[in-house]
């Protein structure tokens, strides 16, 4: 594999100082969080930074709490303190189960929240369950900050509102009482980016969605998400004939493309199958089961 071309290197020691280096060296600096993405990207010379701005020490970014009700959670974050996190298990079993199927142990010790959300990779397993658990991200610059719905965080693969001179903070997920969730991929082989994922929530009362929400990676769903599947089930009766029907529309919704990964058609049959999976365990789950 090839080696980066040179760049120069700053090490912040405060969310405030990341933003001045950003804002000294503009469209030339990049912030560097668990360097899994950007650096493979530096060395095929897809990214060419003149300046890393290095976040690892940014210790107000590391948090996963409570706040009135919502979980925040920092950007700095590591996939296997989602993983480990009791909070974010309590509320949403499903963050165990997606990190479980990202990556390796290697990528997940280092991998951050923030970093995967900026990255914006199509098949992106966390921006998938950010989108169905219709979380926010908080954007800051040197002016202050700004909230945004994670669907409209991204517009597109690999590009998301995070301008020059800004940094991702946290992401905010309402917390649903009651809500039972769950996390679907398949991929080629453990370790490996989806095929095809899907991330659920449901709350049921007295057998009725009262509300859900679904986020797919990898099959071409824009913003990661199925609202018209959402729209159909939510007040309708939770039973099977339902989540099938409502998992259908979800996959209609998607326009996945054939790669390496397989031919549309199969990614399409995946969206069905695993949205109806992850539904079916939501349901059960928020009915106790
Ligand atoms: C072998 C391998 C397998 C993987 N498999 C999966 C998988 O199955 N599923 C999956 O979802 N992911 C997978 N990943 C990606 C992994 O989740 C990475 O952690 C993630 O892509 C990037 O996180 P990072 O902290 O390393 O970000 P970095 O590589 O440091 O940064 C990525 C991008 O985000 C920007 N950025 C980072 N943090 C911020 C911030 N706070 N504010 C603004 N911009 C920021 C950077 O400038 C850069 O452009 C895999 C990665 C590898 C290497």
């Not at 650096?39 to 409570?66: F, G, Q, S, T, Y």
């Not at 949403?92 to 990255?119: L, M």
């Not at 990964?261 to 069905?272: E, S």
Request: net charge negative; with cysteine.
């Amino acid at each position: 594999m090839q080696t980066p071309a040179p760049t120069d290197y700053v090490r912040a020691t405060s969310v405030d100082d990341a933003l001045a280096q950003l804002q000294k060296y503009g469209d030339e600096a990049r912030i560097m969080a668990g360097g899994h993405s950007l650096i493979p990207m530096m060395r095929l010379r897809l990214a060419r930074p003149e300046m890393l701005v290095d976040i690892n020490d940014l210790d107000e970014l590391k948090h996963i709490k409570i706040e009135g009700n919502e979980i925040v959670i920092g950007a700095m974050v590591r996939h296997r303190e989602v993983l480990d996190s009791p909070i974010l298990f309590e509320h949403y079993a499903a963050f165990r189960e997606c990190e479980k199927v990202i990556a390796d142990p290697v990528v997940r010790n280092r991998g951050t929240v923030g970093g995967s959300f900026c990255q914006a990779d199509p098949a992106e397993d966390l921006s998938a369950l950010g989108s169905a658990l219709r979380g926010t991200v908080v954007i800051r610059n040197a002016q202050g900050s700004r909230t945004v719905p994670m669907r409209e965080f991204h517009y597109g693969p690999y590009t998301t509102q995070v301008e020059d001179g800004e940094i991702l903070t946290e992401i905010r997920i309402p917390i649903r009482p009651g809500a039972g969730s769950a996390y679907e991929k398949v991929e080629r082989r453990i370790g490996d980016w989806a095929v095809a994922s899907v991330g659920t929530f449901v709350v049921v009362k007295n057998g009725v969605v009262e509300d859900c929400g679904i986020g797919l990676a990898a099959v071409g769903a824009p913003h990661y998400s199925a609202p018209e599947a959402e729209a159909f089930l939510i007040g309708k009766e939770a039973t099977e004939e339902n989540l099938a029907q409502a998992a259908a529309i979800a996959a209609d919704h998607c326009d996945p493309a054939s790669d390496q990964r397989g031919p549309a058609d199969y990614k399409k049959h995946l969206a069905k199958e695993l949205t109806l999976r992850a539904l079916r365990r939501s349901v059960q789950s928020s009915q106790g089961a």
